[in-house]
């Protein structure tokens, strides 16, 4: 089971990277499944989609959704928590 992390509250078509990638200049694949995450300034529980984009060089995963109070947030793997590092 993955791990994610909160990374940033974000603005729609304000540039965010991932590992070097600018999330919005590439198509998000949603995968069918619900991720559970905790708002990081209220703890409240939200189910959010987890999204890869793709290039040629790499893929990258995170988890994004919009809160309740309009923002929207990225999680990003926590490689912490799963051993990686």
Known sequence: MKN????????????????????WNHYWHC???NVEILHPTKHHQYRFKEYEIH???????????E???GQIGIFLKDELQDGIL
Request: net charge negative; proline share 3%.
């Open 31 to 33: 995968y069918d499944r």
């Open 67 to 69: 809160f309740s109070d």
């Open 4 to 23: 994610w992390k909160f990374a940033s509250f974000i603005e729609v078509d304000k540039e965010f990277r991932v590992e070097g990638l600018n999330i």
């Open 55 to 65: 290039t040629p060089e790499k893929s990258v995963n995170f988890v994004a959704g």
